[in-house]
Structures are given as C-alpha cells and as structure tokens.
C-alpha cells in the first residue's frame, strides 16, 4: 500500500531534479553569450597594440558579433521549430568551438573581426533553441520561475567573465581568452549530449519553406503587441550596453582603473541583476505580470534620472558612477522575465521564430548602440548617462501603449 506514493514521490523527485539539470544547462548556454562579450574586454590595450588597431575599431569587434548574432536569430529560430531543439543547440555550439580557436589565431584585426562574426552567428542558434526549449517545457508560473532562476545563475557571468578575462590577459595573454572560451564550450556540448532529451512536441514542427517562414516573420512583425514588445525590451538592453560596450572607457579613461578592475563595473552592476532576479523568482505568484513591469520601469527610470543628475552636476566617483547601473541592472532584471514570456506567448504555435525576433530585437540593439552610439559618447560620462535615458524613455512609452492588452490576459 505505501508503494505507491514512495514510487509517486520519487518520481516527482526525478523530475524535479532533470528540471533543474535543464535550467542550469540552458544558464550554462546563456551565459556563454556574456563570457564572449565581456571576458576581452580587459584585453582591449593588449589587442590594440598587438594587432594595430585603435580604440573605435576594436570596438566593432564587439558591434559585429552582437549584430551577427542578432542577423544569425532570423534563421536559427526557424530551424529550432523544423528540426528540433537539441539538434539546434549542439551544431551551433561546435561551430562556435571553430569559431573560438580563429579568433585565438588571429594576427591581424580583420581575421579578428570575421572570428567574432562567426562567433556571434553561430552562437545565436544555441541561445534561441534554448530559450524556445526552456518554454516547451514550462508552463504559467513556472515558466516565468524558470526564467528568473536561469537568470539568477546567468548572471554570474557578467561578473565573472571580466576578473576571469583580466587574469588570463596579466597571466598569459589576450589569445587565452579564446582558447578559454572554445573550452567552456566544449563542456556545454558534453553536458547538453548526455542528459538533455528533445522537447519539442511533434505537433508544434514547423515547416521551414521559405515562404513559410517569411509568412511567419511578417505576421510577428504586424502583431502590435508582440513588437512592442520585444522592442521595448531590446531598448532596455541597450541601455544597460551603453556601460558595456563602453567599459573599457568607463574603467581606463573616467576611472583611471587597470586590466584587473573591471569588476568595480560589473560586479555590483551584476549583484543587481541577480537581486532583481532573486525578488522575481520569489513574489511571482503574489502580483501580476504587469504590476512587476510596472515598478521594473518606475525603478529604471528614477535609475537613469539619479545617473544624470550624479554625471552633470556630480564630480567623477566610483560610487556615483556605478550606484545608478545597480538600480537600472536590478529593474531590468524584474522586467526582462515578464516581458520575454508576454512576448513569446504572443505566438504560441511558434516560439522558435518568436524567440528569434526577441532576439534579432535584443541583440540587434546592443549591436547598435556598441557600433554606433558608443563611439560617440564614451569619452563622456555626461553623454553616457543621456543616451542611457533617452533608450530607457523609448522603452517606457511603447511599454505604456501596450499594456493594457497584457492586462487582459495576464
């Protein structure tokens, strides 16, 4: 008689821990995108005079990897519905191994430059078909959990990957960072190979024709909700890269910092995010999806109102420059959940292509806001904090005329 709820309890133990194995993976993918980003840019001096390139342009070697990625989204979602999610993942994640070791090999900064392109292409299939599979698998509340708890361990990266990325720069030298991360990704694919199945349901495989597929492109890019969304949330990530793309101007120029200092940046910034996403995870349950949005916004923008009052009439220190991108990191982190998954349940029967938008949007904007605002404000803390605030105002009117169709069905 008792065997019974003993095999139903272990069952459920079971699941519960290949859940959490799923969320960790799918954080280990994640955070391989923030390690690519942040983990060189203690190197920037190093690579500057090695491959004889100036601050502007090695600069785009981060635009173009965040602009390839985002390009990358637009085929990779399509082929995460067709084919499957794991598929997906693992033959991107080896391209990217590749594409890691050209970068190590470079000797000049265009072989440089086409390696970050190919990574950011490469890497996009594997964070589209992750996030597509994250939501196969969870559903209501638990979806919007599983979010946040990726996000919590997701956001260790960000902190991690510059201490790490200054420590292999002092100890052997810009080109280990690559070799690094070619390793990292190695142990991703030997982890996803073992123990994560398919979730896909049969139903849901999509056709990839490309008429099809454009048909599915047009119809997310004329659903208003959907690319207000996903719109507002890419302005939100831009404002939170005007600091990343330009932190090596933040750290070496404004704070007269060295290599090994880039977690004065990121890690409060990233104590932030974590945070923020540490109260999701717990009071989900207890308020609507929109009331969360609602105070990540109020938050955000007291964030950017405190930076611009600290950069005008403040003079420059640690904690004046840095407090405000806590409060802007930790109000992004209370809205990016609620906002991905109002968006990708825009379109239910098509979340690959749904997640590839978000993140042409997403991405498509860091690359943007790297390539063509930072260079032009980063000698500026002033103009720094202005470009942050004028993204910011963007997201928050496209957030005000789209949520009362939320409300309705949240």
């Known amino acids: 008689m008792s065997s019974a709820p003993n095999s139903s309890s272990f069952g459920a133990s079971t699941a519960n821990l290949s859940s959490m194995f799923l969320i960790m993976v799918v954080a280990l993918i994640g955070m391989l995108a923030p390690f690519t980003i942040d983990t060189y840019l203690p190197s920037f001096p190093a690579i500057e005079a090695e491959l004889s390139a100036n601050r502007d342009l090695l600069s785009q070697t981060l635009a173009i990897y965040l602009i390839s990625f985002a390009m990358a989204t637009l085929v990779w979602g399509p082929m995460a519905d067709r084919w499957g999610r794991k598929p997906i993942i693992l033959t991107s994640l080896i391209g990217y191994l590749a594409a890691s070791f050209l970068c190590a090999l470079a000797q000049n900064i265009e072989t440089l430059l086409l390696g970050r392109a190919l990574q950011g292409t490469l890497l996009a299939g594997s964070l589209v078909a992750s996030r597509a599979m994250l939501r196969d698998v969870f559903q209501g509340d638990e979806a919007q959990k599983a979010m946040a708890l990726m996000m919590m361990l997701f956001t260790m990266a960000p902190a991690l990957a510059p201490i790490i990325g200054g420590w292999l720069e002092v100890h052997m030298g810009w080109r280990s960072v690559f070799y690094f991360l070619a390793i990292y990704s190695v142990v991703i694919i030997m982890l996803f190979s073992v123990r994560i199945k398919e ?4 139903e849901h495989v999509q056709s990839i024709h490309p008429a099809r597929i454009l048909k599915g492109y047009w119809q997310s890019l004329v659903h208003p909700q959907f690319l207000r969304l996903v719109a507002a949330q890419g302005l939100i990530i831009g404002g939170f890269f005007v600091y990343v793309a330009g932190a090596a101007s933040v750290i070496f120029d404004h704070l007269k910092l060295g290599e090994q200092d880039f977690w ?9 995010v974590l945070f923020g996403s540490i109260l999701i995870h717990r009071i989900t349950h207890r308020f609507k999806t929109t009331t969360l949005i609602n105070i990540a916004f109020t938050l955000a923008t007291l964030a950017v109102a405190l930076n611009l009052i600290f950069e005008t009439f403040l003079p420059v220190h640690v904690g004046l420059v840095i407090s405000p991108l806590v409060l802007y990191s930790f109000a992004f982190a209370m809205a990016n959940p609620g906002l991905s998954l109002v968006a990708l349940d825009c379109l239910p029967s098509q979340r690959g292509l749904a997640s590839s938008v978000q993140s042409l949007f997403q991405m498509g904007m860091a690359g943007l806001v790297a390539a063509l605002v930072v260079p032009y404000v980063h000698h500026s803390l002033q103009w720094m904090a202005l470009s942050q ?3 910011l105002t963007l997201a928050l009117l ?6 009362r169709q939320v409300h309705i069905k949240t």
Request: overall charge positive; proline content about 9%; cysteine-free.
């Open 264 to 272: 004065v940046l990121f890690v409060p910034v990233v104590s932030g």
């Open 398 to 403: 496209l957030w005000l005329g789209v949520r």
């Open 199 to 202: 979730s896909q349901s049969p």
């Open 389 to 391: 605030a004028i993204l």
